[in-house]
């Protein structure tokens, strides 16, 4: 049975102690009702390992939001997969829009960042999907399968299983559009064939898969209903519990 999973992204928001402050208060309402899904929340660098020491991993993972495409070395300001795990973090986004489209990452660069990932045993959180430009022109399959070949589809069949995928619309990330429930189910559904094409049925079936385009407590219930869609990357919800534990109990 493949997991159903709410993952929160805090990207560049939160100092420290309010980070902290937010993680207790995740994990102490959790906690207190135990959640019908796997909840992960993915903090900044500078959060993990006190936030780690100040939640139960029973109850909520831990991922970071990066890593660095090298092991270590020369590399002033990066922060390398062995230093994520060494938190006390299981999980790691790679291939936001926000890095490539920002940073220059290429599907060469995030190869790499998946392998060191996998290699020191983070689980990968892998964001793929169109802008509004390539949705307009009907292009949307193509792209998350060209994401996909450039940087997952070479590992192996086991390493491919500690990989979740994120679609994110990027037309609908922090804009307030959100793709319908009918056209993220039609494109989820399409990412489970090219899966199950490269791997067999029996791995697509077992591959989560999560929505993240401006998903929140009103219309999480909607898009979880669909059979193709196993959860959400949140962005601007994960940051108030209340907000985000709506969406958490859209499993309910």
């Not at 994990?27 to 009702?33: F, P, Q, R, V, Y």
Request: proline share 3%; hydrophobic share 40%; aromatic share 6%.
């Amino acid at each position: 049975m493949r997991k159903k999973i709410v993952a929160g992204n805090w990207k560049m928001n939160l100092n420290l102690q309010e980070g902290v402050a937010l993680a207790k208060e995740l994990n102490d309402s959790l906690a207190a009702e135990k959640p019908n899904c796997d909840v992960i929340i993915c903090t900044p660098f500078i959060h993990l390992a006190t936030v780690s020491a100040n939640i139960n991993h029973d109850v909520i993972a831990l991922g970071a939001e990066n890593c660095a495409d090298k092991e270590k070395g020369a590399y002033t300001g990066e922060v390398s997969a062995e230093m994520v795990k060494s938190t006390g973090a299981e999980y790691v986004i790679l291939g936001h829009s926000e890095r490539r489209g920002y940073y220059g990452e290429t599907p060469e660069i995030l190869k790499e960042k998946v392998l060191l990932a996998l290699k020191n045993g983070l689980k990968v959180i892998f964001c793929i999907g169109e802008s509004l430009e390539e949705r307009e022109a009907g292009r949307q399959n193509e792209v998350v399968k060209v994401e996909l070949e450039g940087s997952v589809f070479n590992l192996t069949a086991e390493e491919f299983a500690n990989v979740v995928i994120a679609y994110e619309p990027i037309w609908a990330i922090g804009t307030g559009k959100t793709a319908t429930a009918e056209q993220a189910e039609e494109i989820h559904s399409y990412i489970r064939s090219i899966v199950a094409e490269k791997y067999g049925s029996e791995v697509a079936e077992n591959t989560s898969i999560l929505y993240g385009g401006s998903c929140k407590a009103s219309n999480a219930p909607e898009l979880f209903a669909k059979p193709d869609i196993d959860g959400g990357l949140i962005g601007g919800a994960s940051l108030k519990a209340p907000d985000f534990k709506g969406i958490i109990d859209a499993w309910k």
